[in-house]
Nanobody, 114 residues
Framework: QVQLVESGGGLVQAGGSLRLSCAAS????????VLWYRQAPGKQREWVAT???????TYIDSVKDRFTGSRDSTKNTVYLQMNSLKPEDTAVYYC????????WGQGTQVTVSS
């Protein structure tokens, strides 16, 4: 049974930082491409970042140079380091894998106050 569990969200002031974690069980993250999404209130869920199995990372333009994805294979965990946070980054953040089978975590709330 594949499970993804996000953590690390919280309330932070604009300009602050948070590091989100996505821990996996039932699958090996080191060979899996992991995607991060977010959904703000009243908006559609949007893709934020991809951390490819080979290590390549790609980001939506609005977070480039502020967010950094990484993985720790020893912990079967993927991270999203978020710096210089802005109020518009406020959303529930989700990780997702397609291995095949489409798996999502439960989400973690990020709130950035101005």
């Amino acid at each position: 049974q594949v499970q993804l569990v996000e953590s690390g969200g919280g309330l932070v002031q604009a300009g602050g930082s948070l590091r989100l974690s996505c821990a996996a069980s039932g699958t090996i993250f080191s060979v899996t491409t992991v995607l991060w999404y977010r959904q703000a209130p009243g908006k559609q869920r949007e893709w934020v970042a991809t951390i490819a199995s080979g290590g390549t990372t790609t980001y939506i333009d609005s977070v480039k140079d502020r967010f950094t994805g990484s993985r720790d294979s020893t912990k079967n965990t993927v991270y999203l380091q978020m710096n210089s946070l802005k109020p518009e980054d406020t959303a529930v953040y989700y990780c997702r894998i397609l291995i095949p089978g489409d798996y999502w975590g439960q989400g973690t709330q990020v709130t950035v106050s101005s």
